[in-house]
């Protein structure tokens, strides 16, 4: 399993980080996603024999929402 954390921007409420939640543990792969609204932040665990960076921020995009890089 592989740890990271991605900054994001764009949300202003608890149903902000529930959505981004949802959206990171549906993607296959993904064990835990613990996202928080202050600072904007996902710490995600996952098999990155099953997914990537890539694909957690292509998720977080697709929900309405922007990575801060």
């Not at 608890?14 to 996902?42: E, I, K, M």
Request: aromatic share 2%.
């Amino acid at each position: 399993m592989e740890t990271i954390d991605i900054q994001i921007d764009g949300m202003t409420c608890g149903g902000c980080t529930a959505g981004v939640t949802r959206v990171l543990q549906a993607v296959t792969g993904v064990q835990s996603a613990n996202v928080t609204l202050n600072p904007g932040a996902a710490h995600i665990v996952f098999d990155a024999q099953q997914t990537s960076r890539a694909a957690l921020e292509t998720a977080i995009e697709e929900a309405g929402y922007d990575i801060k890089h």
